[in-house]
């Protein structure tokens, strides 16, 4: 039987929250990221800021250009979170089999569900309690597989429904461009455009071989989305693989102190998230995306596990140094993974100064919880106070 696969993404989300909070803002073209005449990016764009060009990760400076009359708002990330608990809980109403991705999306098998009609149908009474509870637009997309699902629910948008009958899917992706596939950024497109293909469907028709050639294992993979092939199952949430934080740069840069300072406010978010399940990490990476949009990532694996954001910091900085030894070349975007997780509390042989460092990083955690994460800057991450003058400042994907 085939599988019944909802992907539920709520429509230009922090916009969408600060609107349900200030009906005035409705109907506008509204951009939340930070003041235009600060450094910064484009986190959300409402639908009309949009029709101006207007999009996610680009710069403040550059919407206003574009929309000199829109309405630009700092943000505050724990409303944002706050909406996401309550979207997830009453997604959760439906289904057990429920996998959030990031804040205000999620996947939920529904195979085998029919107490509440078709699909479709289900789909519109999720949807519709959504917006009666929380005053916000879901767009859902309906498929055999994550894959077909998730772009349902892109062309679904905003405030729609788009379902792919099991057998229709390769149809239905043949006409859509090649980078509306999840792994498909400018480069792997380059690389595509240059075998002549552009679309999906000349994608599917594409001998493995050739792809593979290319591409590399991630050929295997597009190759099988592309003929709308995907086995990845709904995922409950557990304990996390790894955890990261990315930002781009509002202009590339190779100014040293401000990548580390910038690398600095990373692994303080990464050890506050790693603390706040309470896990340790042994391996810290770095990812590089260079201005010509090549990405580097660079790892380093510790014996010693550990949630200190100094001790994570410390690790990144080598790698950042070394990275940047390698070649000077200015710098998009910079991130900071940790990964070889393990959780609860651990006996250790030494319970020396770092056991002391972490003890001091979760009373700056429960500060930060309190007053916001800005409300505490260390030394190094002074350097950035115009930069994060609030809360807001999420993960990119
Ligand atoms: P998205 O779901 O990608 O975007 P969106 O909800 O604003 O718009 P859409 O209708 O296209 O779904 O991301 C969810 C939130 O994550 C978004 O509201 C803000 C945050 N985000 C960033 O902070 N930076 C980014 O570059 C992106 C893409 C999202
Ligand atoms: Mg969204």
């Keep these: ?19 349900s909070l200030r009906p005035e803002l409705q109907g506008r073209p509204v951009v939340v990221g930070g003041r235009p005449d600060r450094r910064g990016v484009v986190a959300s764009a409402s639908y009309e800021a949009r029709k101006f060009g207007i999009k996610a990760g680009m710069p403040l400076s550059r919407a206003y250009q574009l929309c000199p009359k829109a309405i630009f708002i700092e943000g505050n990330f724990p409303r944002y979170r706050d909406a996401s608990e309550k979207f997830m809980t009453i997604l959760a109403g439906y289904s057990p089999s429920l996998e959030p991705v990031g804040l205000d999306e999620a996947y939920m098998d529904i195979t085998g569900c029919d107490s509440h009609g078709t699909p479709c149908q289900l789909a519109e009474r999720i949807r519709r309690e959504i917006k009666t509870k929380l005053k916000l637009t879901a767009s859902i997309g309906i498929a055999s597989c994550k894959v077909v699902a998730k772009i349902a629910s892109d062309i679904a948008k905003p405030d729609g429904v788009v379902e792919v009958a099991p057998g229709a899917e390769k149809e239905f992706l043949a006409p859509l461009p090649v980078n509306s596939l999840p792994g498909v950024g400018r480069k792997t497109e380059a690389v595509l455009k240059s075998l002549g293909i552009t679309t999906i469907g000349q994608l599917a028709a594409l001998p493995l071989p050739v792809l593979k050639a290319r591409l590399g294992s991630s050929g295997v993979v ?69 201005a010509d949009f090549d990405t580097v ?97 999420p993960a990119m994907p």
Aim: glycine share 4%.
């Design 1 to 19: 039987m085939a599988r019944c696969i909802f992907h539920i993404d709520l429509d230009a989300f922090f916009v969408s929250v600060e609107q």
């Design 222 to 290: 597009l190759h099988n989305y592309a003929n709308g092939i995907d086995t990845r199952r709904v995922e409950l949430p557990g304990e996390a693989k790894s955890i990261s934080r990315e930002t781009t740069l509002a202009r590339d840069t190779l100014d040293q102190p401000l990548l580390k300072a910038l690398l600095r406010y990373l692994c303080e978010q990464v050890g506050a998230e790693l603390r706040s399940q309470d896990g340790q990490a042994r391996r810290v990476t770095l990812k590089l995306r260079y």
């Design 297 to 393: 990532t660079r790892s380093s694996t510790s014996p010693e596990a550990t949630s200190s954001d100094d001790v994570i910091f410390s690790r990144a900085e080598v790698l950042l140094h070394k990275a940047l030894s390698q070649r000077r070349e200015l710098v998009h975007l910079i991130g900071v993974e940790v990964s070889a997780l393990t959780y609860g509390k651990q006996l250790r042989l030494f319970e020396s100064s770092p056991r002391r460092l972490e003890y001091l990083d979760r009373a700056v955690d429960r500060i930060r919880k309190k007053y916001g994460f800005a409300s505490i800057q260390t030394g190094c991450t002074l350097h950035l106070k115009d930069l994060f003058a609030s809360d807001l400042k």
